[in-house]
C-alpha cells in the first residue's frame, strides 16, 4: 500500500469518527485540565454549580474523538436520563465583549422539555458571567444571564444577594467573608420556569453539584470541529464558532 493511499484512508477513518453520533450513555466527558491561562484560571473560580430541578441531568456532548451524543427521544419523561453513567460536563469559552469581560458556561441535555414534558430530542442551557477584568487579582462580578430559550436570556446585574452563592446555607453570612476569594460562586439550575414553556435555568438558593470544566481552546480540535458541525435539531451550541458572538450580544445586560 503506498502512502497516499495510507493517508486517504486514514483520513477517511478520521471522518467516519468525527461527528459521529454515539448513544448518550457512552459519551465520556473531558476531565478538567489543570489551568494554564490567566482566562482559565478565573472561569475556574467563577464555574457554578448545577442543580436539577426536574427533566433530565446534564450529560456530555462530545468526546475527544469529535464523536456527538445521539440524545434521546422524547417520550417517558426523564427516562435515561436521570444519572449520567460517564459523569457530566460543563463547557465554557470567554472572550473580552464591549467593554467588559464574558464567561460562558453551558451544559448539554439528551432531551428537552416543555411545560414539564419531553419535546425533542437534545438541549442546550448557557449562562454568562460578566466580569471587570481577568488580570484583576479579584476580579469584580458584574453581573449574569441566564438562557430561558434557545436564544434568550434574563439578565442581573450586580449586587446579587448572597443567598446565590453556593455554600451559603452551610455557611450562612460567613459567605459575604469568603466572596471575594471565589470560595462560594453562583450556582444555578434548569427549571420549568412557566407552565407553557421550555426548561430554563434561574438562580438557586440550593446548592448544586460540579461538573468538570472543558473550555474551548483545551478541546480537541475534533472535539471543537464536531461541535461546530453538528445538528443538535432545535438546539444550538451556544458557545461554537457560529453561535458565541451573537449569544454574547443577546445576554448584554447593561
Not at 444519572?83 to 460562558?104: H, L, N
Not at 453562583?186 to 435555568?201: D, H, I, K, W
Not at 470544566?213 to 451556544?238: C, D, H, Y
Request: with cysteine; glycine share 6%; hydrophobic share 40%.
Amino acid at each position: 500500500m503506498n502512502l497516499f493511499v495510507t493517508v486517504v484512508l486514514y483520513l477517511a477513518a478520521l471522518q467516519s469518527v468525527l461527528g459521529e453520533k454515539v448513544d448518550c450513555d457512552f459519551v465520556k466527558p473531558f476531565a478538567q485540565p489543570e489551568p494554564v491561562t490567566v482566562l482559565e484560571k478565573v472561569a475556574l473560580k467563577f464555574k457554578p454549580t448545577l442543580l436539577i430541578d426536574g427533566g433530565c441531568v446534564s450529560f456530555p456532548a462530545v468526546n475527544e474523538a469529535g464523536a456527538i451524543s445521539s440524545g434521546l427521544r422524547p417520550l417517558n419523561g426523564n427516562d435515561g436520563c436521570i444519572k449520567a453513567p460517564q459523569g457530566s460536563q460543563v463547557y465554557g469559552r470567554s472572550t473580552q465583549f464591549q467593554d467588559k469581560w464574558a464567561i460562558m458556561f453551558a451544559w448539554y441535555f439528551p432531551k428537552g422539555f416543555w411545560s414539564g414534558m419531553p419535546s425533542r430530542r437534545h438541549d442546550w442551557a448557557s449562562m454568562v458571567v460578566w466580569i471587570d477584568d481577568p488580570d484583576f487579582e479579584t476580579p469584580k462580578l458584574l453581573g449574569v444571564s441566564l438562557s430561558k430559550s434557545k436564544k434568550r436570556y434574563t439578565k442581573a446585574t450586580a449586587p446579587l444577594s448572597e443567598v446565590y452563592f453556593a455554600g451559603f446555607q452551610e455557611y450562612g453570612r460567613r459567605v459575604q467573608n469568603l466572596r471575594q476569594r471565589f470560595e462560594h460562586i453562583y450556582q444555578n439550575f434548569p427549571f420549568v420556569r412557566f407552565f407553557f414553556g421550555p426548561a430554563s435555568l434561574d438562580l438557586s438558593t440550593r446548592d448544586g453539584d460540579y461538573q468538570d470544566l472543558i473550555m474551548w481552546k483545551q478541546l480537541t480540535e475534533e472535539a471543537r470541529k464536531a461541535l461546530n458541525s453538528a445538528n443538535f435539531g432545535k438546539s444550538v451550541v451556544p458557545f461554537n464558532d457560529d453561535n458565541f458572538e451573537d449569544m454574547l450580544e443577546k445576554a448584554w445586560p447593561f
